[in-house]
T-cell receptor, first 116, second 114 residues
Framework: DAGVIQSPRHEVTEMGQEVTLRCKPI?????LFWYRQTMMRGLELLIY????????DSGMPEDRFSAKMPNASFSTLKIQPSEPRDSAVYFC??????????????FGPGTRLTVL | GENVEQHPSTLSVQEGDSAVIKCTYS??????FPWYKQELGKGPQLIID?????GEKKDQRIAVTLNKTAKHFSLHITETQPEDSAVYFC?????????????FGAGTRLTVKP
């Protein structure tokens, strides 16, 4: 398996533009997580899905952020409009349902977002 | 919710020495404690984990200990090597029905000097 795939790996955009980050989880995994990593705040959980259904989005910072999972093999995180303070590395991770009782999350390589 | 504190934030050791990273958690219901290693430009990767029914676990040069009473757990790396240099994250998982609530510590940047 190729692992969790994220695209793009790097994104540079201007303030006010829409940004869409993409994730393909490991086949067979039914949990998908979106994290944001910054120097100031560390690794923050934004939202996670179970069987394509959003379970907890309490970490989503503002209404400018939205996430979807239209099927088991694809998820998007969208920021509209983007702001400079959104600059961070965004990670997608996936895991198996047994992880509900504690188990490994597999992380993608991340998308480094820079908003100018 | 769960709150995980991790110390130190940076750690520098000489090759061959041991390194210890400590974490505390707030919720006594947490029962799973993984450690992740993040190398430059990559996502975090699980290196070892421990469940609340176990006090210690070892895998070659790395070991984890858990003190449920004090609500703290530690990562021990012995005979450190330059390739151990990375950022290490602890995490605590609280089981809830249909919930995958895992919170990460702030991370420790470990540097192993040759």
């Amino acid at each position: 398996d190729a692992g969790v795939i994220q695209s793009p790996r790097h994104e540079v955009t201007e303030m006010g533009q829409e940004v869409t980050l993409r994730c393909k989880p490991i086949s067979g995994h039914d949990y998908l997580f979106w994290y944001r990593q910054t120097m100031m705040r560390g690794l923050e959980l934004l939202i996670y899905f179970n069987n394509n259904v959003p379970i907890d989005d309490s970490g989503m910072p503002e209404d400018r952020f939205s996430a979807k999972m239209p099927n088991a093999s694809f998820s998007t995180l969208k920021i509209q409009p983007s702001e400079p303070r959104d600059s961070a590395v965004y990670f997608c991770a996936s895991s198996l349902s047994r992880a509900a009782y504690g188990g490994e999350q597999f992380f993608g390589p991340g998308t480094r977002l820079t908003v100018l | 919710g769960e709150n995980v504190e991790q110390h130190p934030s940076t750690l520098s050791v000489q090759e061959g020495d041991s390194a210890v990273i400590k974490c505390t958690y707030s919720d006594s219901a947490s029962n799973y404690f993984p450690w992740y290693k993040q190398e430059l430009g990559k996502g975090p990767q699980l290196i070892i984990d421990i469940r609340s029914n176990v006090g210690e676990k070892k895998d070659q040069r790395i070991a984890v200990t858990l003190n449920k009473t004090a609500k703290h757990f530690s990562l021990h790396i012995t005979e450190t090597q330059p390739e151990d240099s990375a950022v290490y994250f602890c995490a605590a998982h609280k089981p809830l029905y249909n919930n995958n609530d895992m919170r990460f510590g702030a991370g420790t940047r470990l540097t192993v000097k040759p």
